[in-house]
């Protein structure tokens, strides 16, 4: 029987072929390019060439969102107008969905090659006939085409359940496995959705640049299925050495022996002169700059049409820094745990796990200690003994948010890197030392969230302090609740533990004008932009909930009753056939009929985002008077803007977590309706060429590249007139088998897992911060 599969050959097909296609971002309208589509053979033996284009037919299975595409020699040249657009895309969608579910055991490949002045990071989505979607990213430098594939079934693992598919789940723990053969091509990076899609249908293949700040280009061509090599049955077995490098990789700034780390901290410690900048006020203000009135902490002010923050002594200050400055995310899951029974480790009711530090285990569990994960615990080649000097960086998590073991044991390689740089007797002293002066020298202006406490008192750099709401309110869900349940916030005790946890931070911050302001909470799943049902989905649940039990939907009760008075008005409204407003209390099928319930949705969203900033800046009000609320952080996949407009209210500065490459404006086209103070809370850029199996969220292709990615970024916030500030996250690298907490092994620091700094983001650092405040307001006063 004869099946249709994707094929491409483009090398032959299509030589001297010069037809170009393109959209625009007007009409969204979709060009297209003739696709013939064949299958050979039953079983995979060999590369199966796929897709071939004929230039002179035009039809619906090639699409182009936003990007131009031209037929030449060597394959399809594809410029994404990623400038103009915050997406571009090129979509190879069948007549028929593609069958490869016969197949085990193999990957899709495509060769690409970059001749832009860019790296272009690419996604590639595809998608089943279940409506599932898997994301992967690849960073393509500037240069020779190279082949990229990414895995549809993974290697059989031989497991009792006969899931020939385990390998594509992590059973690691990891964000982004090691490869599982070598090969000079490059694998697609994990990123999010169903990695085991139904193979019994493919319905769309597509490769986009997203939310860039140039345009990109690619040629395109041999897209093809193939085999999978045989697996590295080592490929999970001791990939990390004793400095939690990776133990089978050379790259720059490796270290070899202890010789070599004592080298490399006494070539950087003989740099740093602990001086600011020369434009600095002690504060990290514009000291060359207009003076402005002082207050004695920082606040806010529009200047020239600009918002700025006003340094204590009344310079114009624009805040960049480094986030996660602590021990707290740099340990990983070692594989082992304890008798949960013997253990004794008690919590203080606002501080996190995962915010806490390396939490030691006690002795009685200490002698339980047994072998939880065969797979993470083989992923080391040493580890320490508790009774060595090294052995006091072991730590314990009760909870994981993801992962192969949900509690366990912890070990950190960057801290025991820090006793064997800077001594076993008090390392931590000497790091903060050093951090401090790092900063100076860097030209950071701020310590950037989740900085440890005990930076709190340096009085040398201006710091952001941080805090989070938790305890035992109530909750309610948006459906999708990222990170965890969201609070009902009209549950009493939710403003109770808002006010203890407000009362601690300035318990820490002790009144400093060194403090810059506070993020209470992070990243909230406030609402989707994928559909209504994803972006209102706080009121779509809990709409069905009972108001008996659930304070909110309380609140949602009363809002409507107020408005309608009469149960047969809404439901004239809503399209329902509710019989009182007690039944609507009770619960009621929130299925959205028509777009005037969504205007209800809409207030009622907004009822709870401006409950949740009152609550908050409130117990701010109350404790911490002098010192700014910055908000939430909201992350760029949720911002709702009924949410957005209620924190208005109540923030002096508005915060979001942007993990692009950078402000792409018509992204931000809403700034101007609010007209805000805004600060970037995260983003960063990775690589893969240190030795760590995952780059990141946004990707360069090589160091230098990250450099300047971090320096165009930077350039976007700097010139946008309503942005006061942005953090890179984070610090130091996460650990190469993953932070502890869910497995994210990023090469996101300015720092390595040995402490040493990466030279071109020092340098780009350096130039970003030596410059930003006469890029924003000008020349010298």
């Known amino acids: ?42 079983l995979m033996e060999a590369e199966l060439p796929l897709l071939i284009l004929d230039s002179e037919t035009v039809s619906s299975s090639v699409a182009l969102i936003n990007a131009e595409a031209k037929i030449q020699q060597n394959g399809l040249a594809v410029t994404f107008l990623s400038k103009a ?16 579910s016969e197949w085990n055991d193999f990957n899709l490949a495509f060769d690409i090659e970059n001749p832009g002045p860019h790296s272009v990071q690419l996604y590639l989505n595809v998608t089943d006939i279940d409506g599932h979607t898997y994301t992967r990213s690849v960073a393509v430098p500037v240069g020779a085409s190279n082949t990229y594939y990414a895995k549809m079934r993974g290697h059989d693992l031989g497991t009792p359940d006969g899931n020939i598919n385990q390998e594509l789940n992590f059973l690691s723990g990891l964000r982004s496995n090691p490869e599982t053969w070598d090969s000079e091509h490059v694998q697609f990076i994990s990123m999010w959705g169903k990695k085991n899609l139904n193979l019994k249908g493919i319905t769309n293949i597509s490769l986009s640049v997203q939310s860039a700040l140039f345009d990109k280009h690619i040629v395109l061509s041999n897209v093809r299925l193939r085999p999978n090599p045989e697996m590295n049955e080592a490929f999970l077995t001791h990939i990390v050495d004793e400095f939690g490098q990776n133990a089978n990789v050379e790259f720059d700034s490796k ?71 602590r021990l707290s995310n740099s340990s990983t899951m070692t594989g082992y745990s304890f008798d949960t029974a013997k253990i004794n480790i008690q919590g203080d009711g606002v501080t996190p796990e995962d915010s806490k530090g390396l939490n030691r285990i006690n002795q009685d569990a200490l002698n339980s200690r047994y072998v939880a994960s065969d797979v993470r615990a083989n992923l080391f080649s040493w580890l ?7 052995g006091q960086w072991y730590g314990y998590r009760a909870s994981a948010h993801s992962g192969p073991v949900k509690e366990g044991e912890t070990f950190s390689f960057y801290a025991a890197n820090l006793a064997r740089k800077y001594g076993h007797d008090d390392p931590l002293q000497k790091w903060e030392e050093v951090t401090l002066d790092r900063m100076k020298y860097w030209g950071f202006s701020s310590l950037g969230n989740w900085t440890d406490p005990r930076f709190y008192d340096n009085e040398e750099v201006p710091y952001f302090a941080n805090g989070w709401i938790i305890g035992n309110f109530k909750t309610v869900s948006s459906g999708n609740d990222f990170w965890a349940p969201l609070p009902d916030v009209f549950d009493p005790e939710f403003a109770k533990r808002a006010d203890v946890t407000a009362a601690t931070i300035a318990q820490q911050v002790k009144g400093s004008p060194w403090c810059v302001g506070v993020f209470i909470d992070n990243e909230k799943s406030f609402g989707r932009s994928e559909s209504p049902q994803a972006h209102y989905g706080i009121v779509l649940h809990t709409l069905k909930r009972d108001g008996a039990d659930v304070p909110t939907k309380a609140a949602f009760t009363a809002h409507m009753r107020d408005k309608y008075k009469d149960i047969a008005k809404l439901n004239a409204v809503w399209g329902t056939s509710v019989a009182s407003w007690a039944e609507f209390d009770a619960g009621v099928d929130s299925t959205i009929n028509n777009d005037e319930q969504l205007k209800d949705y809409a207030e009622l ?69 609010i007209d805000m103070p805004s600060i970037i809370g995260e983003f960063h850029m990775g690589a893969r060429d240190n030795g760590l199996f995952h780059p990141g ?66 340098d780009a650092a350096r130039f970003i911060n030596g410059n930003m405040y006469t890029r924003r307001f000008g020349e010298d006063k």
């Not at 907004?606 to 800046?617: C, P, Q």
């Open 85 to 100: 657009n915050s997406y571009s895309g090129i979509n190879l969608s069948p007549a028929e969905p593609w069958d490869m």
């Open 697 to 762: 969220l946004i990707q360069a292709a090589t160091q230098e590249d990250r450099a300047q990615m971090f320096i165009d970024y930077m350039h976007s916030v700097v010139d946008n007139p309503y942005f006061v500030g942005a953090h890179w996250f984070q610090y130091m690298d996460s650990p190469i088998t993953g932070r502890a907490y869910d497995g994210e092994n990023y090469n996101v620091g300015f720092v390595n897992v040995t402490d040493t700094p990466y030279a071109p983001m020092v």
């Open 255 to 325: 270290v070899h022996s202890l010789e070599e780390l004592e080298a490399t901290r006494d070539a950087e410690l003989a740099k740093l002169d602990g001086k600011l900048m020369p434009d600095r006020s002690r504060f990290g203000g514009w000291a060359n700059g207009p003076k402005l009135e002082a207050t004695g902490y920082f606040r806010t002010e529009k200047v020239d049409g600009k918002w700025a923050m006003v340094d204590p002594e009344g310079y114009l200050y624009f805040a960049t820094g480094l986030d996660i400055i």
């Open 384 to 390: 320490p003994e508790y009774d060595s000097p090294l």
């Open 1 to 42: 029987m004869k099946r249709t599969i994707l094929a491409l050959s483009l090398m032959t097909a299509l030589a001297g072929c010069q037809t170009q296609v393109s959209t625009n971002d007007t009409d969204q309208t979709s060009s297209a390019l003739d696709v013939a589509n064949t299958f050979q053979g039953k």
């Open 605 to 673: 969203l907004y009822l709870y985002g401006e409950k949740y900033f009152a609550v908050v800046n409130g117990a701010m009000d109350k404790h911490l008077p002098n010192h700014m609320y910055l908000g939430a952080r909201f992350p760029d996949w949720g911002m709702p803007i009924e949410v957005v407009q209620a924190a208005t209210k109540h923030v002096d500065v508005m915060s979001y977590n942007v993990y692009k490459e950078g402000l792409h404006p018509k992204s931000w086209e809403f700034l101007a309706d």
